[in-house]
């Protein structure tokens, strides 16, 4: 199976910080891989969709990028609503649909 | 608008069954594949398993192969899964999620999730 590695697992930042999450897959994934915001008590929002699609309401500043194995999501000016986990997750090929294990976002 | 309804979930014993299902609206339902996700307290999302349209293909997550059947009723537009010989690390919050047509398909739609404790 597919192994999907987040990093970092945890970080802290301020608003108008630029921020970068990785997302490394174990063996190459073309652009199947979605990203996802979850905030406490609710489900998870798709935000990014094979590796560099914003979706539609999803702000500007939120990008995509990568394919094969690496992956990133970047934040260029953060918000106070954009404090939250987020997750990455592999669509290639067959099941299992892994996640990453997610990179919670506070505020410093 | 699109509704999905998780129930089913609560308190179990270990060794246990639990059934959730998951109440399906404002879309055709026969047309998609439908999933499980969960989530334990305070940790990741894990993708559990899924069904096509017909209920011709199920796959599931090695943790759970041989202990959960997911199954649907398309006439009912509803989507089930039967957990069986159920083990504390089960314990977490189902999701029913319903990916999007296509080759790069994402998650569009979520219930509100159900809670699953498995304790004695």
Do not use: H
Not at chain 2, 76 to 86: I, T
């Amino acid at each position: 199976d597919i192994q999907m590695t987040q990093s970092p697992s945890s970080l802290s930042a301020s608003v108008g910080d630029r921020v970068t999450i990785t997302c490394r897959a174990s063996q190459s994934i073309s652009s199947y891989l979605n990203w996802y915001q979850q905030k406490p008590g609710e489900a998870p929002k798709v935000m990014i969709t094979a590796a560099t699609n914003l979706q539609s309401g999803v702000p500007s500043r939120f990008s995509g990028s990568g394919s094969g194995t690496d992956f990133t999501l970047t934040i260029s000016s953060l918000q106070l609503e954009d404090f939250a986990t987020y997750y990455c997750q592999k669509t290639y090929s067959s099941p299992p649909f892994t996640f990453g294990q997610g990179t919670r976002l506070d505020i410093k | 608008e699109v509704q999905l309804v998780e129930s089913g979930g609560g308190l179990v014993q270990p060794g246990g069954s639990l059934r959730l299902s998951c109440a399906a609206s404002g879309f055709t339902f026969s047309n998609y594949w439908m999933n499980w996700v969960r989530q334990a307290p305070g940790k990741g999302l894990e993708w559990v398993a899924n069904i096509k349209e017909d209920g011709s293909e199920k796959y599931y997550v090695d943790s759970v192969k041989g202990r959960f059947t997911i199954s649907r009723d398309n006439a009912k537009n509803s989507l089930y899964l039967l957990m069986n010989s159920l083990r504390a690390e089960d314990t977490a919050v189902y999701y029913c999620a319903r990916p999007t047509v296509g080759a790069f398909w994402y998650y569009d739609s979520w219930g509100q999730g159900t809670l699953v404790t498995v304790s004695s």
